[in-house]
Structures are given as structure tokens and as C-alpha cells.
């Protein structure tokens, strides 16, 4: 990755290690340091804006940009480092930054409450301070955290910075003290503001959400809140034990009592934190403390004002560009070549042309992960898509990156075309061979010669017409699928520009075992028959099949919805997504009138073709594919074992909640190898290990098709995201009137990603919570019924047409 080398606080190096979410940010500045103190041998830190004046910092306006922007603005403008602005929310989660300042790192005692906090925070990203006397680390919370301040008995102070850190910012070092992500710390951060507070239960240290005030009388706090009042269980209520309805008597109580509608919500947010043990979405805790609200046909809800609009968070997350400073020099000049000419991000060429490249390489090569265990073999084999909107440039890239395949294609077609035209012309001879081959076994049978009977038959049996070698295959049924691979041991790359059309024909009548066969290609370590009556058996040993090709993002959303909702989990989506990206297009578009740099475009022709003439070797005895085993030299096996355990150990205690996700995630014990073959013989098609530079390249690689993945399956993850944009698009579009109710105007409808209760009430609530609808009951005698209404604007905003809905 190209970072700068000259800011004074900021460490390049590092930034490989900085969650890549953090990277992502878009709410940064720069700062400057000023006169350092003798005695502390600390200094103050002047943050600068865009316009490089300091003065409006805090405004949006003034914000650089990601990670990457600010480093860059700060190298351009002499300053010293980085940071963040805060309050900010990621994924729609709040950031918190904690800040152990004064550390002595000899003092153990101090030390192991540092080490205990980060334990209990979940092990997130911790850095130095840029005076070199500090720690930092930063975690996500699903509701807002109070700050807190206090000094450590070991010396030192201690703050915590989040929700209502009003016009703060925090530093970015990039000079890493532990290694880490970006956990979600709800608990824990909460737990660690009340203790530094230094009061358990207090109106001031609560964390109350943003549609509620945290001014609460503390008399009126223990009393309602605690048993006094209303019969709480003994034990904080957990999923299952009717939560919500609890939650519901609990806002009548205080109605009965005579409390007012906002100081209602108020205290239902706090038992919320204060008595759930699996706490309840804050939409849904609107929802019960608002019903019954209304009096004399009035909402009393509606009484206090909407509030601001907040951003409803993307469908997909904002993903990072691809620096070409991580692929091997030899691919790296042509890649930077097209995406500059093509102004278009990096990834776009260089994902294709990895897989394209490992395809070539194919089973000649492998690598063997564990030194000491030739059992677990991979091929630089990979599957990958890209992921983006019509009119983005998808297939002139695609193009760009596939092109040395296709030429090796188009020239063993050449070859099969000139071997067929010589096979047909010797057809006359061939004929007179044959007769003569099976009068001489004849003969021989006759004299009682039956070995030299059937000598002479064997060689009517080996003549056959030549084989075309093949390396991509676009549209083939699986039967012809499976011929190719059985005369094409090395195997082929499966292509296709939309990949949606692939994907739709495995699930037509016919087509039941061809998903199933795929997954088989994958790995390209069992052999495969298929035996049909009519067409004979096609025996294929190992066949192997990368794939890659391109997708609209609606088919993604659509495949992963499906997943989500109980679809096939085989792991088809989950191959397909290993080197998935979904780049972010620059708006500003540039005509360049650059010629290509036809010298590095000649370096990448030359890898391919240096790949295509090694040599398929076979054992002797055997007759077996004898790959050539490469091995990573000690100190890359260090380091991937390391990773390898930390996987292992994430995977197997659970630490990634969403199952499709961890499943993704698995496979990585197999892609980080992959790619760290694949680069190694980018370098040295003849290399014979894997140096740690080769190792390291491979592990930046899939951090950052980590951060992709990452953005592509938070529609599964947060499915109440993207009903909630399919909610919010029909209510613009003037398909949802004011006042609707969630069932007969848009569960009855039957739209896309709106076609279930849970995921009209997630879309429902998530409105809610940033300020875009709000939820009434009105009375109609039985039941009563929900009633929801749209914010005024909302209403005003083009080309939001608010009508009857449309038929």
C-alpha cells in the first residue's frame, strides 16, 4: 500500500494493521503540533481542516476525506499527522476511541489494567500516542456511549470519547502497540464509561439514545426504573421472556401514574439498558413505550418536533481501492497502466487477472501450507466477481485483464485448427494404416500370436484425432463441461461477463448436479466420473475450474437475501466471493490521452506465456499429475501459522455471529496460500518456496478483499438496512401514503425485500431510529392498529410525490 513516509506522527508502516473501517472514514483532518512542554515533554496538537486554517475544522465541510485522502493532504501541506473527528458512526454503529494517557510501560500494574480493558473490549486495534506516552484504541457500540474522564490510581488519566463528544477528534498514529479489528464493544464500553465515571447509576453516565434527553430526575430514576413502582423480574430479561410485552406494561405503569409521553420514553430507554439482558432495537422500544398514546384523537407523539434526517447507512459499505504497491511488480506497472487510462479503480483489472493467472499456472504448481504436512496441498486456483451497477466499465476491464488468457486461447485454436486440417488430409492414409494394422493382428491370431494381436490392434486404438488444449470456457452445458476437463488436465477458467446467467442456468430442470460439480472444481483434488447410458462414462482426474465474471449489485442483494432467508448454503456463494470486489467510481471523470505502456503489457504477456509452456509433469509408477510443491521459507510459515491459529480459533469460538459470513471467512485457510503462490510466481514462474515479502504481499491482499467482502455481506448481516432503502425507495416514488399501515399498505404488496413482517418491522424501526417515520396505535375498538407517518422532510424532498398508493 502507498502511504507517505514523511509525517512525523504518523507511522506508514503501521497502516497495513489499521482496521480497514477506520481507513474508510470519511470524517478526518490533519493537525500540527505545537510548543512542547519541558516538563511533561508533551505538546498541543492544532488540527487543520481542508482549508488548512484550523478555524472551521469541525464542520463536515472541512473534513479530507478517508485515511488515505488525509495522510496524503497532511504530506502535502507539511503537517505532522492524522486523525478522526468524533462524534461518528461506522455501519451505523458509534465509534469509541479510548485514550490511556501518562502510561508508564514498566509499570506492570498500570499495564494490566491497560491489558485488562483491551481483553475485555475484545481484543481491538491499539496504537501509541503520537507523544510516544499514550494508548489508543477504538471499538463500535450499538447505542451511544457518555464520555468519561477520570485519573488512573497508577498515575496517568483515562478518557473515553464517543456520542457526545461534540467537536473532538482523535489522533491516528498508525504506530501499532496490539494488533487488532474493530469489535463491536457495546458492554464493555459502557461497563468501562460507568466505572470511570466512578457511579454505577447515574442520569449523567446513562446511555441514553439520541431521540431522548439524558436530564433525569434521580428520585424519579429509582423509582421507576428499579422494582419500586413496577414488578421488574429479579434477573435482567433475556430473549424469550416476553420482552417486549414487558416493555409495554411498563409504559402503561408510568401512563397510569401520570407521566408525560417524552419522559415515558425516556425511562423506557433506560430499563432498556438498565433491566434487558438481550436488550431490545431502540425502534422497537419506541414503538412499545408510544403505544396507547393517544388521547381525544390527538398523537401525543406528535407534539415534540421530528428532528433531523439522519443518513440511512448504504446497502453496501464503502469499500477501499486497490494500491497497486501490493501486487507483484511484474503485474503491478499494467494494472496502474489501464486503471489510470480507464479511470478506474485498480481492482477492476487486477482481481480478474490474478485468477486469470493462476489459472494458467494451473496443477503444475502447488503449494503445501504446513511444511511438515503434505496432506493439505493447495492450487492457485480462485474464483472471483465484480460487483457493479450497468455503464461502470465492467467488461472493458474485465477485457483488459483476461486478454493474455484469451490470446493463449485463441492460439491453441490456431493449433487445433492446423493439427485437425493435417489430421483429415492423412484421412485416406490413415484408413489404408488401419487395414493393414488389423490384417497383421490377424495374422498373428491366426499363427496363434495373441500378444502380437493385440500389439497391433493397440495401435489402431491410439490413433486419435488431435485434443484441443483449452484454458477458457464460457458457455458449456455440465456434460461438455466435464469432456473439456477430461482431455484438459490442467484445467480452464470459467468466464463470463454477466455472470447472473451462469448462476440462473444451475437452477434449471436438468442442471441439478452441475452446482455440485462446480464446488468439486474448486480445489481440483478428487477425481470426478460421470456415467450416463447414452453418451458412455468421461472420467476427469481432479478436474480444476476457476471462475470469474461479473454481476449487477441488485443480483447480489438478491442471491444474499435468498441465503439469508434459508436458500441452498452449500458454499457455492461463499467460493464465488473470495476475491469478490465492488469498487467505488470515481464521479469526476478525466479523458486521458496516455498511450499504453505497451512495455509492461509486453512483462504480463511474457508471465503468461512462461506459465502456459511449463510442463505438465506425471509420476512414473503412477501416471499421476506431479505438481511442483513450493513451501513457505520459515519465517513466512511463522507468520502463517500465527494467522492460521487466530482463524481457527475465531472460526471455532463463535467471534463471527453471521454463519454465511464465517463460512466466507473459513475458506481463507486456503485463499491467503493461494495467493501467496500466485505472487510468488508472478515474480519467478520457476520459484521453489515462498519468501516472506511474497507471504506478506498475499496477507495485505486479503485484508483487502476482507474489507470487500465485508461491505458485500452486511445486506446479510443487517438485512433491516436494505429492506429499509426498499421502504424508503417505494415511499419516495409516492407508492406509500402518510399515515400507512404496515400491513395492508406494504406487507399485502408483496415488493422485494419487503415481503415478510420481519423485514417490513426491521425497515419500520431502523425509519424510526433515524427520524424518517414514527409509529402511533389508533384505536379501532379490538386490536389496535399501527399507524405510521412519514417526516415532513422527507415529504418535501424530490421526487418524494406522497398520494394514494398507486394501484
Known amino acids: 500500500m502507498s502511504t507517505p513516509t514523511t509525517l512525523k506522527h504518523f507511522n506508514a508502516a503501521g497502516v497495513i494493521h489499521i482496521p480497514l473501517e477506520l481507513q474508510m472514514m470519511r470524517q478526518t483532518v490533519t493537525w500540527q503540533a505545537g510548543p512542547e512542554d519541558p516538563k511533561t515533554g508533551k505538546f498541543s496538537k492544532l488540527p487543520k481542516g481542508k482549508d488548512g486554517s484550523g478555524m472551521g475544522w469541525p464542520n463536515p465541510a472541512q473534513w479530507i476525506g478517508t485515511l488515505q485522502d488525509a495522510i496524503a493532504f497532511a504530506q502535502k501541506r507539511n503537517h505532522c499527522g492524522v486523525g478522526v473527528v468524533l462524534p461518528a458512526m461506522i455501519n451505523a454503529l458509534h465509534l469509541v476511541a479510548f485514550d490511556w494517557d501518562g502510561v508508564d510501560f514498566d509499570d506492570s500494574r498500570r499495564m494490566s489494567e491497560i491489558r485488562s480493558d483491551w481483553e475485555a473490549l475484545g481484543r481491538p486495534y491499539m496504537e501509541i500516542s503520537p507523544s510516544g506516552k499514550g494508548l489508543r484504541a477504538f471499538v463500535l457500540s450499538r447505542v451511544p456511549i457518555m464520555d468519561a474522564s477520570c485519573a488512573s490510581p497508577f498515575g496517568g488519566k483515562d478518557e473515553l470519547f464517543s456520542s457526545s463528544s461534540k467537536g473532538r477528534w482523535m489522533g491516528v498514529t498508525g ?20 466505572r470511570w465515571i466512578g457511579r454505577r447509576v447515574d442520569s449523567k453516565a446513562l446511555v441514553i439514545p439520541s431521540s431522548g434527553s439524558p436530564s433525569v430526575d434521580s428520585f424519579m430514576l429509582s423509582h421507576l426504573v428499579t422494582s419500586q413502582g413496577f414488578e421488574w423480574p429479579e434477573q435482567p430479561i433475556r430473549d424469550g421472556q416476553d420482552r417486549e410485552l414487558t416493555m409495554l406494561r411498563y409504559a402503561g405503569h408510568l401512563r397510569g401514574r401520570g407521566v408525560s409521553q417524552e419522559e415515558i420514553e425516556k425511562f423506557c430507554f433506560i430499563a432498556n439498558t438498565e433491566r434487558y439482558h438481550d436488550q431490545l432495537d431502540e425502534g422497537v422500544v419506541l414503538d412499545r413505550a408510544r403505544r396507547y398514546a393517544r388521547t381525544g384523537g390527538r398523537d401525543v407523539a406528535s407534539a415534540s418536533s421530528w428532528g433531523e434526517l439522519s443518513e440511512l447507512p448504504p446497502k453496501f459499505e464503502m469499500t477501499p481501492a486497490l494500491s497497486t504497491d501490493l501486487l507483484p511488480q511484474t503485474l503491478a506497472d499494467y494494472v496502474a497502466d489501464c486503471a489510470k487510462r480507464m479511470r478506474i479503480p485498480a481492482e477492476m483489472i487486477a482481481t480478474p487477472l490474478l485468477v486469470a493467472l493462476g489459472s494458467v499456472f494451473g496443477k503444475k504448481v502447488c503449494v503445501q501450507p504446513r511444511k511438515q504436512d503434505p496432506t493439505w496441498r493447495e492450487y492457485p486456483n480462485l474464483w472471483g466477481v465484480s460487483i457493479l451497477p450497468p455503464a461502470m466499465l465492467k467488461s472493458p476491464s474485465l477485457n483488459a485483464a483476461v486478454k493474455f488468457i484469451n490470446e493463449l486461447e485463441a492460439q491453441a485454436q490456431r493449433e487445433h485448427a492446423q493439427a485437425m486440417a493435417k489430421w483429415e488430409s492423412d484421412e485416406r492414409v490413415r484408413k489404408l494404416e488401419i487395414k493393414m494394422m488389423e490384417s497383421a ?27 484441443r488444449t483449452r484454458y477458457v470456457i464460457s458457455d458449456a452445458t455440465p456434460e461438455a463441461r466435464l469432456e473439456i476437463l477430461s482431455v484438459n488436465p490442467n484445467g480452464v477458467l470459467l468466464l463470463r461477463d454477466e455472470l447472473d446467467g451462469h448462476i440462473s442456468q444451475l437452477k434449471k430442470e436438468g442442471y441439478e448436479n452441475a452446482r455440485a460439480q462446480e464446488l468439486q472444481f474448486f480445489d481440483g483434488l478428487q477425481d470426478y466420473s460421470d456415467d450416463r447410458i447414452r453418451r458412455g462414462s468421461h472420467i476427469a482426474e481432479g478436474p480444476r475450474m476457476a471462475l470469474y465474471g461479473n454481476l449487477q449489485p441488485a443480483k447480489v442483494e438478491k442471491y444474499l437475501m435468498e441465503l439469508h432467508k434459508g436458500g441452498s448454503d452449500d458454499g457455492y456463494l461463499q467460493r464465488m466471493f473470495q476475491l469478490a470486489v465492488q469498487p467505488t467510481i470515481p464521479q469526476d471523470f478525466e479523458l486521458s490521452n496516455s498511450a499504453p505502456d505497451r512495455e509492461a503489457e509486453e512483462r504480463v504477456r511474457m508471465i503468461f506465456k512462461q506459465a502456459a509452456a511449463l510442463p505438465l509433469v506425471r509420476d512414473e509408477l503412477t501416471n499421476r499429475i506431479l505438481p511442483r510443491v513450493l513451501t513457505f521459507e520459515a519465517d513466512a510459515q511463522s507468520e502463517f501459522e500465527e494467522f492460521l491459529i487466530a482463524l481457527e480459533n475465531k472460526l471455532r469460538r463463535g467471534d463471527i455471529s453471521n454463519p454465511v459470513v464465517a463460512a466466507h471467512f473459513g475458506k481463507y485457510r486456503g485463499t491467503l496460500p493461494k495467493l501467496a503462490l500466485i505472487i510468488s510466481l508472478a515474480e519467478d514462474p520457476s520459484a521453489t518456496s515462498i519468501s516472506l515479502s511474497a507471504y506478506r504481499h498475499a496477507s495485505a491482499l486479503l485484508l483487502f478483499y476482507k ?45 422485494l425485500g419487503l415481503r415478510t413482517a420481519n423485514e417490513v418491522d426491521g425497515a419500520i424501526a431502523l425509519l424510526v431510529r433515524l427520524n424518517y417515520l414514527r409509529t402511533t396505535e389508533e384505536s379501532t375498538g379490538g386490536r389496535p392498529k399501527t399507524i405510521v407517518k412519514i417526516n415532513p422532510d422527507l415529504l418535501r424532498q424530490k421526487p418524494t410525490e406522497v398520494q394514494a398508493i398507486a394501484a
Not at 711 to 727: E, F, K, N, P
Open 441 to 467: 493382428a490377424k495374422k498373428a491370431l491366426a499363427a496363434g500370436d495373441r500378444t502380437g494381436a493385440r500389439h497391433h490392434l493397440d495401435r489402431v486404438h491410439q490413433l486419435k484425432p488431435p485434443t
Open 707 to 751: 474489507a470487500h467482502a465485508k461491505g458485500i455481506y452486511a445486506s446479510t448481516s443487517r438485512s433491516d438496512v436494505s429492506s429499509a432503502h426498499a421502504l424508503l425507495q417505494r415511499i419516495r416514488k409516492g407508492q406509500i401514503r402518510d399515515g400507512f399501515n404496515p400491513r395492508d399498505d406494504v406487507l399485502r404488496r408483496e415488493w
Open 175 to 194: 504506530d501499532v502497540f496490539k494488533s487488532g479489528g474493530l469489535p463491536d464493544a457495546t458492554d464493555a464500553a459502557k461497563a468501562i464509561s460507568d
